[in-house]
């Protein structure tokens, strides 16, 4: 049987069962959760899921489900179809840790991936923690990243380095095969 793919967002204040009352929506009505990434910031839940249902499934009927079956939780939805032309096709790429720690001020997201677009890396996963103020530690970005195996890495670690510099951070760029072995416990 023909199935269709959809993302879903869900997001809300956390609290116990939201993933349980999702997910048992989902399978209820016959989808195939194939991803999911979930995170808390501060106290708000936020989630993704990548599925494949029925191929009569759509996006509207999808969330009004959703939305009817975990009006407890006050949850918003939103849903979308996937099709082949959203699939991003991965560079040849080697996976890399960057984390900055440094006073909070405004624009530090922004600097540092304005240096990844300019060099065609792509953001996978971010971690940032701003607990304001002067103290580095409070303050904390980690970027796990694909670099293209064609661009300088000397050339891309000068310019990341020098627009930590600009914004006040130290930064670290290892190889997350070197990162994780690292912070092994």
């Given amino acids: 049987m023909p199935m269709k793919k959809f993302i879903i967002s869900v997001l809300g204040c956390d609290r116990p069962g939201i993933i349980a009352a999702v997910s048992q929506v989902l399978y209820d009505q016959g989808y195939n959760i194939e991803e999911v ?82 060099y065609g890396v792509n953001v996978l996963q971010l971690k940032a923690v701003f607990r304001g103020g002067d103290e580095p530690v409070g303050n904390t970005m980690i970027y796990e990243v694909d670099i293209p195996v064609d661009v300088d890495q000397k050339e891309l670690r000068n310019a990341l380095t020098k627009k930590a510099a600009e914004l006040g951070q130290e930064i670290s760029i290892q190889h997350k095969n070197i990162f994780e072995a690292m912070n092994r416990i």
């Fill in 37 to 118: 990434s979930q995170t808390i910031l501060q106290n708000q839940f936020s989630c993704f899921f990548i599925v494949t249902g029925p191929k009569s499934s759509s996006p509207a009927k999808l969330m009004g489900e959703l939305q009817d079956r975990t009006a407890a939780f006050d949850l918003v939805f939103n849903v979308r179809e996937l099709g082949v032309e959203t699939v991003y096709q991965r560079c040849a790429c080697e996976p890399f840790v960057i984390t900055t720690h440094g006073p909070d001020r405004k624009g530090l997201v922004a600097g540092i991936t304005s240096v990844f677009a300019a």
